[in-house]
């Protein structure tokens, strides 16, 4: 499996024309800086569909770990390969249904080519949905309250 697989598969699902509400749940700013020091890195995403089949709420957990990650002596994780684990939880009539898609990576440049292809999607997406939400509305429809979120409509 590809790094780029998981990343076209959750770009796809930004660009889905069901989409109508989505948020981070779990971002750091500085995903760089973190993986150079820790060797983990990851970010959440909830998208919200409705459609003639019905509404379905998809979960996103992405999370990166280097070779190496958590060992002494480590001078960063530039050059060092790892394994992202991408976890879907679909929420359909109230059950869930989960798909996890597993790859590997050969550096942190190619992790992070991957996960600036699904933040340019993210945020394209953000700014198409957010003017169609009333002065003050600042997060999606799905009913999760502002606070709890880095960013969402």
Same mark, same amino acid.
């Given at each position: 499996?590809?790094?780029?697989?998981?990343? #076209? !598969?959750?770009?796809?699902?930004?660009? #889905?024309?069901?989409?109508?509400?989505?948020?981070?749940?779990?971002?750091?700013?500085?995903?760089?800086?973190?993986?150079?020091?820790?060797?983990?890195? +990851?970010? &959440?995403?909830?998208?919200?569909?409705? +459609?003639?089949?019905? &509404?379905?709420?998809?979960?996103?957990?992405? !999370?990166?770990?280097?070779?190496?990650?958590?060992?002494?002596?480590?001078?960063?994780? !530039?050059?060092?390969?790892?394994?992202?684990?991408?976890?879907? /939880? !679909?929420?359909?009539?109230? @059950?869930?249904?989960?798909? @996890?898609? @597993? &790859?590997?990576? &050969?550096?942190?440049?190619?992790?992070?080519?991957?996960?600036?292809?699904?933040?340019? /999607?993210?945020?394209?997406?953000?700014?198409?949905?957010?003017?169609?939400?009333?002065?003050?509305?600042?997060?999606?429809?799905?009913?999760?309250? /502002?606070?709890?979120?880095?960013?969402?409509?």
């Amino acid at each position: 499996m590809t790094l780029n697989r998981i990343a #076209d !598969e959750i770009v796809k699902l930004l660009n #889905d024309p069901n989409l109508v509400g989505l948020a981070t749940l779990r971002h750091y700013p500085m995903e760089r800086r973190i993986y150079q020091k820790f060797g983990v890195c +990851g970010f &959440s995403l909830m998208l919200s569909f409705s +459609g003639e089949v019905g &509404s379905r709420i998809i979960y996103i957990l992405v !999370e990166a770990r280097a070779r190496g990650a958590g060992r002494s002596g480590v001078k960063g994780y !530039e050059k060092a390969g790892g394994t992202v684990t991408c976890l879907f /939880a !679909e929420e359909r009539g109230g @059950r869930l249904s989960y798909r @996890r898609i @597993r &790859s590997t990576y &050969s550096s942190m440049e190619e992790l992070f080519r991957g996960a600036e292809k699904v933040r340019t /999607a993210f945020y394209e997406r953000y700014r198409l949905l957010k003017p169609g939400f009333p002065a003050g509305e600042v997060f999606h429809q799905a009913g999760i309250p /502002a606070d709890e979120l880095h960013l969402g409509v």
